[in-house]
């Protein structure tokens, strides 16, 4: 970490800092140049408190050199972290396409999404049961029913599943659940996440919608400080100006967690574009850009003309769709090897 | 609420949704012109999913002409909400000035600062105890001693205090906290939100860093649906591209939430500009702009030639300040007089 | 259009509203609910100004539902703009790569990239002349030499040349260019806009750090408007809050310019991101995603050993990444087909 | 400034950036730590290519401690600077109340706003001439008539007029405008900086919607390296989230401008909020802010009810506002007496 020292700080002011910082075990060497004094800090620096030093009054700028994560930086950790998920496999190479509706709503319905989607090749089932909601009017989701139906699907068809979990009182009810997703709202909820880090199961950890990078990188931290190192990451979208989609994809997120950190990172089209007719293509090009799996809304409702929404795949599209998905995968593994 | 059917949908279609809305006790009335059939809706339709609506392919746009809030919409409460803090007022043209320090680190500190406040004027005192960190390696609060230290504070100001919470699992140990604040992270943290709502005690809901006007109305709805009708909102920042300050302090929050709310509105100069230099200015406008209060930090440390941070104000400067402020209040409570 | 009226309109008001639109032209249909008066017009309304209407304090919202745009509009030409550059060919299943150093420097290095990239199979060589630079003391491009140099460049290989224009004086000196680009900061530079529109040469069209896609597509429109529909869209980033990428690469902007335009739309991996390691994954993503074109910064400075700049590739990376994006394209022909 | 170079940088390519640097002039001096070695360039560096070493690829950052502005900055000018408009002054402790409608429509209208505003005490008229519309379908405004009419007003009243110019050939038509206001569409049209930067006639520049405070400084540096020292800074509102209003109007942006530079800052609570209702408060913090002027739409057209549009204010509102701002500037100039 370098401290950029401002030039009308008294001696008595660094003097302080100094010790202030050496106390705190780190080694020091300074550089005083005409505009400014440099100060280079030796030691493990991702236990200083970067703000509070920002914030002193004698100090210009502070640049870290060193990322403030560990367990999730790839530069300790060089080779991809594979996840295991009753024997499907995410990272390094493995790509899992996770698929099925918003919400659990009846045992037919969960039942024969899973089923169809388990039959395109689906690796996993999606389903929301606890469900968040801006409005307090607005439907919860079925709760603890709704996780009830999704192990009915599962023992049906043999998909594992993933679904949110909103507090941490909710986490006895996710025994039987494989991945349990941190949704994008919850990313900072700091006490959840160490909660989870308590677990050794698989968290989809989604990026929250005004996170940065390394915003994202600092949550999974928090799961993996506990020991839990099998994180997901998952970007969904960022909150921007344009109001045709109801988020901006920042496809940019694979390339780059994937260069930061040796997490999978996956995408989920649907939810971050808010139309099925995005979601082919943001598909197709989050494969083509190296991601490492997919969360994709498939709804299916052949008696209601009416439910074929603006964010969900037919199960007949979703089948499509993950045909040209694995020849895009088959063509760019090619590239790599 | 009104929507926009697209010409191209099939009366089976509109059939279909008709008797889906009707079914849920709406009335309807049509109009079919050229572009598109316009659908109105009579009733309470803060109940209906407006996204669900929008979703659906036949769908052009969907219109709300209510609000989707209630408790918290002015239309219904035209009068501005009082709350009564320990004596201390806010709302309906009573203005309150928190003030204290980011965290609790002391009772020296936290009695010193909260004696200083109180000398300058201030109704009540903030300090973090349970502190929501990016890093799970920064400094976490003080915690369960962070809260009693200031209690110790209360007991010896008098002032009321206010203190963020971040699970629900610390509420027992929130008796003695006058307000609750809910922080800019957890602003849809709903199940903490609806928890919330069971108590009888004001809740301070910090807007999110990309949380909407309506959204932010819409956490507050999720309290007061609960029964728990104290709500305070406040503005500190949301994010955008600028890095000179920490966040954009968005003060027209404070018109337009008073207008589409009876809830008092408050401001926090600190956090959303991150700068010292940023308080007083912001404040004073803040004032000017009509706010029902502010949140400010001040930091005494003496001596520690160190500890005047950018954000925080030390309590000379926050005295001056707090006088400044009072008499831009009296100036434009001449104006609406 | 649509147009609704708030309920506390008085009659007078409605009517003069009325007579002021019929007196435009429009026809009006009328249908009065319970919570606004909803009023359709018929009509060409892309001469309507929305604005103008949306702020009258009787309205309470606008309604486009035709799109304010005509030329640009798919609806009305169903068919892809196909446009030939010097026998080149973009849109209709067409694709074009374009590829060349950020400025112009020199004869040699102009001339070293354009047989390099075309050796690669590149359509087309960029170059910047004018240089839009954030400050007055940078180096502010080659300017009518940098136009000279590119014309060199385009007569030894061929290879037809795009160069952006800052200002409408320096017109006369784009004879021998073949597509004139228009960059971001320009996207709303209408009187050079209208001024391209008087030629019969294609436009090169980048979107705005700020803008929407209407915005954009309302920027292409001032162009056709003028008679020259031989616009190509370019999105190179949106502004957003991560500083790690230089800007946010929109990729949903290809399915969705594309659905709502006939026109070619191209993406510029390179000034998006800012990052020359991010470039290949986006390129992929952008064939996948079924972009026409990309717009690639290739840079050749063998002599030093700095000049790898982290935004440019290298003519052998480049070379790699073409034959990538080919298999990509035979790829995603292959779904469509 | 300082240049944090890789570790993994050979001692080639850095002895290859040092000679680089050393022929532009500059003296260096190193400094080796151990994750980086630490380059301090000592001289003028506001000519150097900030992005061009950041771009390099044995760069990890480079910090500027000077900016990258000299004769907007502060530091070099620590007196405002105070701009005369025909008698009236901005800066330097003396205010600025610009109003008038938003467009020139008719000489009767731009007389009778122009004498209304006068009675109430503005100091100036605005009216947009030359009109940057989104569409091209959309009024233009009477461009050269518009400007005659200004005149005409100008006459009439004794007020000086500030409006809009959108492209360097409209310059010859605005020698009797008094100050030239470029639009936030053109905040980085520089070549047309430039052309104003050969005036000795003061520029409103206002900052577009996606610019940073240093991006709208180095734009008045363009300005002012031609010698035009007369600008007036103008934040508008910079694009969000938020779709209530139409912008978000950054308030900071006083203290900040103001701290950074020496010339006077204006805030136009018009434009940047779209509603008529949220002037007024605004306006008043942006005078409790510090700022040195407003720039206000007013609009008359006490015949037509529609008319009173939801973003100007009448003639009578502007007048209640005019007293309570000039009550509010007359209590914060006792502040800092």
Not at 45 to 56: N, Y
Not at 282 to 308: Q, R, W, Y
């Amino acid at each position: 970490m370098v401290i950029l020292i401002k030039n009308e700080a008294t001696d008595d002011q660094i003097r302080y800092l100094s010790d202030w910082l050496t106390g705190q075990g780190f080694g020091l060497h300074f550089s005083k140049g005409e505009e400014a004094t440099i100060l280079g800090l030796v030691g493990d620096t991702s236990r200083l408190d970067i703000d509070l030093v920002r914030a002193l009054d004698i100090v210009e700028d502070v640049k870290r050199i060193q990322e403030p994560y560990k367990n999730a930086n790839r530069k300790f950790h060089p080779l991809d972290t594979v996840i295991d998920i009753a024997g499907r496999k995410i990272g390094g190479g493995h790509f899992l396409t996770i698929a099925g509706p918003c919400s659990v709503e009846t045992e037919e319905q969960i039942c024969e999404v899973a089923r169809r989607v388990k039959a395109s090749g689906a690796d996993m089932l999606r389903g929301g049961a606890f469900k968040p909601r801006t409005s307090p009017y607005a439907f919860q989701g079925l709760r603890e029913e709704g996780l009830r139906l999704l192990s009915v699907a599962k023992k049906e068809t043999g998909l594992p599943i993933v679904t949110e979990i909103m507090d941490i009182s909710q986490l006895p009810n996710f025994e039987d659940v494989d991945v349990i997703q941190v949704g994008a709202r919850n990313m900072q909820n700091f006490e959840l996440l160490k909660e989870l880090g308590m677990l050794r199961k698989p968290i989809l950890l989604k990026r929250g919608l005004m996170a940065t990078f390394e915003e994202l990188l600092m949550s999974a931290e928090y799961i993996m400080a506990g020991g839990n190192e099998q994180v997901i990451l998952c970007e969904r979208g960022i909150r921007g100006f344009e109001t045709y989609t109801r988020n901006v994809l920042d496809l940019c997120a694979v390339p780059v967690l994937k260069k930061l950190s040796h997490l999978p990172v996956i995408i989920d089209p649907s939810h971050s574009t808010g139309r099925a007719d995005l979601v082919a293509p943001m598909s197709l090009a989050a494969a083509a850009a190296g991601a490492d799996g997919l969360i994709i809304e498939v709804h299916n409702n052949p008696a209601k003309a009416l439910c074929d929404g603006k964010q969900s795949l037919t199960p007949d599209a979703f089948d499509r769709l993950k045909r040209q998905i694995d020849q895009v995968l088959d063509l760019t593994r090619s590239f790599s090897a």
